[in-house]
């Protein structure tokens, strides 16, 4: 495109120099030459603009363990001081029914990059580890494939927690080998990160496929030393420093933004997925961060990761591309109890706001998020919207914003969120699968919610083996309109809801896909049964 444009530019500007040469006496010419020539250059400039607006820059970020009431726009008794998520949120789009496809780590990162419901991979229950080997294999369609195949540079700057394959020699890893089967087989071009959460070892950065550092010593902090700053004991890398890895990752994607601003500029766009460590474990706020909220430590995390946030938008403005770059920032899961919900407590702030459960559980709690989109150029500022999201619709919304057609794989579990930019009472979703630490499932439409589970399915009280010795039943349909905090289990009232919400489940499973399209298979037997 950038050729076509330069060959046209050169053209009219030979013919205007032509006129010129035949007849130096005719300013009429002249002026109808340049006037032609201005024309033209409108109408570049003006195909560059609509290009950029169907092809923005986008900047994908996702923080780690932030609940629903930890920042200002997705709640109003929110005590921690977010003002930069505040100003992403009055310039953009806020949802405030958007969801995880599990309240845990891992399967909601799978989700996220290959809008498919986690559930559906050979990971069943739980997370990976530091040290797992990679579980979305090459031919899976991912973000960094499709975002790829649209014309764009991928980058993954942060945690990945998706595995990847270390060299081992045995059970012992050999940091001078080269990783492989990292993101860059995922679809994204560079990528700089840690394996999994920042408490796991080994604590080695990854520098697209190459360990930037042999470790030479190994550390870790125990809970009774730091009940907010502790992680497990570990190889430490030279170069790495956890109380600087935050910050570290944000000056990483920032350099990334500035190096790819000027092609992004000429019609070579760019993708940076810029997963958190943060403010998940080890809480280690910085000065002059820490201590700042008057609450505690994870409070204080917060306001750092939203000074950062405030950090990235200054420099995408600064590059001059801001109005041309699409921001989705959301989290993985609700908060953790590392957080202190009494300390919290103490001082009128709920990470879950309001709603029921926190990480892990299949309350609401657990699996609602922050989600706030901004796009300059096509959202208008300052609006909110009640529809159902889940992080498995950002696949589908992206590949309907740079023009690629559904395919039968990729997206499977995804919706196209784009109508909302326009009208934020569409519905593209119409229902909405959640999956917890543990394994179990629940389904929503509308308003009514069923939970297969005798208590939260995850941490919060009653945990199952707990909830089972109780006695209590093995299903909870909940409305959230009457009901948001989930405290009435009416499913022997309303035995015809409970049917049909099994029904659904039991096809969308069977189907391998929630969305229209042919029939897919699981990776693994999915069973959904609450015994």
Request: charged content about 20%.
């Amino acid at each position: 495109m950038k050729s076509k444009m330069s060959r046209r530019r050169m053209t009219l500007l030979g013919k205007v120099t032509l006129l010129g040469k035949v007849n130096s006496a005719a300013p009429v010419c002249l002026l109808l030459a340049f006037m032609l020539l201005a024309s033209a250059l409108v109408s570049v400039n003006s195909s560059r603009a609509a290009d950029s607006a169907m092809h923005p820059n986008v900047v994908l970020v996702m923080a780690d363990d932030l609940g629903l009431g930890d920042i200002t726009p997705t709640s109003a008794g929110c005590k921690i001081q977010t003002p930069n998520l505040q100003r992403l949120a009055d310039q953009g789009l806020t949802f405030l029914d958007a969801h995880t496809p599990s309240s845990v780590c891992t399967p909601t990162r799978y989700g996220l990059l290959t809008g498919r419901y986690n559930w559906r991979s050979r990971l069943a229950k739980g997370v990976l580890s530091g040290t797992s080997e990679h579980l979305i294999p090459a031919d899976r369609p991912t973000l960094g494939h499709l975002m790829k195949s649209a014309g764009y540079h991928t980058a993954m700057i942060g945690k990945w927690h998706l595995g990847w394959d270390w060299h081992k020699n045995g059970a012992k890893i050999d940091f001078s080998k080269p990783v492989v089967n990292g993101p860059d087989i995922n679809g994204f071009d560079q990528y700089y990160g840690h394996c999994g959460s920042l408490d796991m070892p080994p604590y080695v950065w990854v520098d697209t496929g190459m360990p930037t550092s042999v470790p030479t010593r190994e550390g870790g902090v125990s809970r009774a030393e730091s009940p907010y700053g502790w992680y497990r004991n570990g190889p430490i890398g030279d170069d790495f420093e956890i109380e600087q890895v935050l910050p570290h990752l944000f000056d990483k994607s920032m350099t990334y933004i500035r190096q790819r601003s000027e092609a992004a500029k000429n019609g070579k766009p760019f993708f940076l997925y810029l997963p958190l460590p943060a403010p998940h474990t080890p809480i280690v706020p910085l000065p002059p961060f820490k201590g700042s909220s008057g609450i505690n430590p994870y409070a204080d995390f917060v306001a750092q990761v939203d000074h950062h946030v405030g950090e990235l938008m200054k420099t995408l403005a600064d590059a001059g591309i801001d109005e041309d770059t699409l921001v989705i920032f959301t989290s993985d899961n609700g908060c953790s109890p590392q957080a202190n919900f009494e300390v919290l407590a103490q001082h009128d702030h709920d990470p879950s706001a309001g709603f029921r459960g926190h990480k892990a559980d299949l309350y609401e709690g657990g699996h609602r998020v922050p989600l706030i989109i901004r796009w300059p150029k096509v959202i208008p500022a300052g609006r909110q919207t009640n529809a159902v999201a889940c992080l498995t619709d950002l696949y589908t919304t992206l590949q309907s914003i740079t023009g690629q057609p559904r395919e039968g794989t990729g997206g499977e579990d995804g919706f196209d969120l784009s109508p909302l930019f326009e009208d934020t009472t569409a519905t593209p979703r119409d229902s909405l699968i959640s999956h917890s630490i543990g394994g179990s499932f629940a389904i929503r439409r509308g308003p009514w919610k069923l939970c297969l589970s005798h208590g939260s399915g995850g941490w919060s009280d009653p945990r199952e083996p707990a909830a089972k010795k109780q006695g209590l039943p093995a299903m909870q349909l909940f409305n959230l309109d009457s009901d948001p905090s989930e405290h009435s289990n009416v499913a022997d009232q309303h035995p015809e809801k409970v049917e049909q919400l099994l029904a659904l489940l039991g096809q969308q499973v069977e189907q391998g896909r929630c969305t229209p399209g042919p029939k897919l298979a699981n990776d693994r037997k999915v069973e959904f049964g609450s015994d």
